[in-house]
């Protein structure tokens, strides 16, 4: 057993990831099982190579496109990052997120710890333009996402509102409902510098007043919000730039399914199933108890796909696909955090940027920002 403490602390962790990984192939094979190994290896082979590598440029495109947009908002506050920085920043964050229960959340610490170990910025100020990234990232996933669930129930309402399928088409309008009503709340927050989320802690805090950990839960929420409000502040254009941008990323998460349909098994899909797939996979990703969601996520989406007419195999052969490259950012994520090794966890890693070499302590814990869409499916 290694004496030192912090390693001693970490040989948990690490085994209890490596467990759920191993669960997670165990259930895949499972499905695939039920599904039909044959029929599915045939599938996969029937996909071809451009279809495989055209969704492996799609799993890395939206990493990009976040990073543009931090960079767009650091640049707002004069953070000269470079961009690369931010690029690798985002792909461990996303690393996180796949192999964590968390599909919306989890990775945001990890990318205020890291660029502030590389460029020296107090985590502070990092984390308010990580904050608002996440902001801005969940007001134009939740307008996308509202609008395509209305696309979906308008498509499919006859056989969502019938039959056994009726608890489906009731749950998606209350999520609209829902989501629609956080959309404003979030857009209102961020014009007028609301801080619903310290809000809506104190009414919690006032159930236990006893608990120190809803108190200082309150106090880092207020503060994380004053970050955003701060920063979206200091120039409002900017902010709707990345708002924009972050829009492009909901657009390949979007297109994804069609792309692989068409050039791996020759079939177009329709608006109304594409605005499907999107919906019934992001909100089946707030179900993830296993990385990548393995289980509940491939489950839930071969019956959207027989819904729509789809073969099962090509359906899952689709669902390894991605499970492959998600594999595949979870192995960067590594890599990048494995070439910083000791150096960056012993806090002695030189500077990139024009800040002091070493950056406060404390970055923030995963309850101080805001959840997010999914891009595993």
């Known amino acids: 057993m290694p004496s030192d403490p912090k390693i001693r602390r970490r040989i948990p962790n690490a085994v209890k990831v490596t467990a759920a990984v191993v669960l997670s192939a165990v259930i895949l094979l499972l499905i695939v099982y039920w599904v039909g190994f044959r029929e599915t290896m045939q599938a996969l082979e029937n996909v071809g190579p451009v279809a495989f590598l055209v969704l492996g440029v799609l799993a890395f495109l939206p990493l990009a496109v976040q990073a ?7 640049d707002t506050v004069d953070h000269r990052i470079p961009f690369f920085t931010l690029y690798e920043a ?6 996180v997120n796949i192999l964590t229960p968390s599909s919306y959340l989890g990775g945001e610490p990890v990318k205020v710890y890291y660029v502030g170990k590389r460029t020296g910025l107090p985590y502070p100020e990092v984390a308010g333009t990580v904050v608002l990234a996440k902001w801005l990232e969940a007001l134009s996933f939740l307008l996308v996402f509202t609008g395509a669930a209305g696309v979906s129930i308008y498509a499919y ?3 969502l509102f019938a039959g056994d399928n009726l608890p489906l088409g009731l749950a998606l309008l209350g999520l609209i409902a829902v989501l629609g009503g956080s959309c404003a709340i979030l857009a209102l927050a961020l014009w007028r510098g609301w801080r619903p989320l310290t809000v809506i802690v104190g009414w919690i805090a ?5 608990s120190r950990f809803l108190r200082n839960l309150r106090v880092k929420a207020g ?19 990345a708002f924009t941008i972050f829009l492009a990323e909901h657009f390949v998460l979007f297109i994804r399914p069609w792309v692989f349909f068409i050039l791996g098994v020759g079939l177009g899909l329709d608006f109304g199933a594409l605005c499907l797939i999107f919906v019934m996979s992001q909100a089946l990703s707030a179900l993830q108890f296993t990385p990548s969601g393995a289980g509940t ?16 195999p090509d359906c ?26 000791s150096k960056l966890l012993s806090g ?15 970055p923030p814990g995963p309850q101080d920002v805001p959840p997010g869409p999914n891009t595993n499916a």
């Open 316 to 341: 899952m052969a689709f669902l390894l696909c991605i499970r492959f490259w998600d594999a595949v950012v979870v192995g960067c994520g590594a890599l990048i955090a494995a070439r910083i090794g």
């Open 223 to 241: 503060t994380m919000e004053a970050q955003v409000t701060r920063v979206f502040n200091e120039n409002p254009k900017r902010s709707t730039s």
């Open 157 to 159: 309402g006859t056989s």
């Open 348 to 362: 002695v890693v030189p500077a990139e940027g024009d800040g002091e070499e070493e950056a406060p302590a404390s």
């Open 297 to 312: 996520l491939d489950v839930g989406m071969l019956a959207v796909f027989a819904q729509i007419g789809l073969l099962k």
């Open 68 to 74: 543009i947009a931090w960079w767009v908002l650091n």
């Open 206 to 210: 006032r159930l236990r007043p006893a």
């Open 90 to 95: 985002t792909t461990m964050g996303m690393a």
